[in-house]
């Protein structure tokens, strides 16, 4: 808080998070046309750029509601664009056990949180807010990147083949 001014309180800073998850639920409804207009690997790439212009461009911000605009506008959305896709492909790979799949994938986001809420914290305090927030990007970007780069479209067997 202190990297915002001495009027920047828990109050201001808690919206970041609120904006980011509200971003990545009224948004969700929004990706299966976009996955059927421009295709999956184009909205999950879509999504790892937002992501990390997200964070990117909060290491640089100045005032509190820059951080609105850049993690809780850009990183929900581009959140949004990769988590939903990422499902809608679960689902249509596994017929049976897909609650499971699906379970097991949506789990992976806790875990991450869990891990991570420690060494942000440990960041923050050797580095200071610009250096975490670049450096979450960069991590963010090869990440996210890679794990997209998985991704791959359903494509339903051909009967009699």
């Given amino acids: 808080m202190e990297t915002f001014g001495p009027t920047t309180g828990a109050k201001e800073l808690s919206w970041v998070g609120s904006l980011s998850c509200a971003c990545i639920f009224v948004a969700a409804p ?19 750029l937002s992501v990390t212009t997200g964070f990117v461009a909060a290491s640089f911000a100045t005032t ?6 850049t993690v ?12 939903f896709t990422c499902i ?16 097991v994938a949506i789990s992976g986001s806790g875990i ?10 440990v960041m923050l305090y050797r580095l200071g807010f610009p250096w975490t927030m670049r450096i979450m990007g960069v991590c963010m970007f090869v990440s996210l990147s890679v794990a997209a780069s998985f991704v791959r479209p359903y494509q339903p067997p051909v009967l009699g083949s």
Avoid: Q
């Fill in 88 to 103: 809608n492909v679960l689902a249509r790979y596994f017929n049976k056990r897909r609650g499971v799949v699906v379970g």
């Fill in 64 to 69: 509190y509601w820059h951080l609105y605009i």
């Fill in 30 to 48: 929004a990706i299966v046309v976009l996955i059927t207009n421009f295709g999956m690997t184009t909205v999950l790439a879509s999504g790892v």
């Fill in 112 to 121: 991450g949180s869990s891990v991570m809420a420690p060494l942000l914290h």
């Fill in 72 to 83: 809780g506008f850009l990183y929900g959305f581009g959140g949004c664009l990769m988590y």
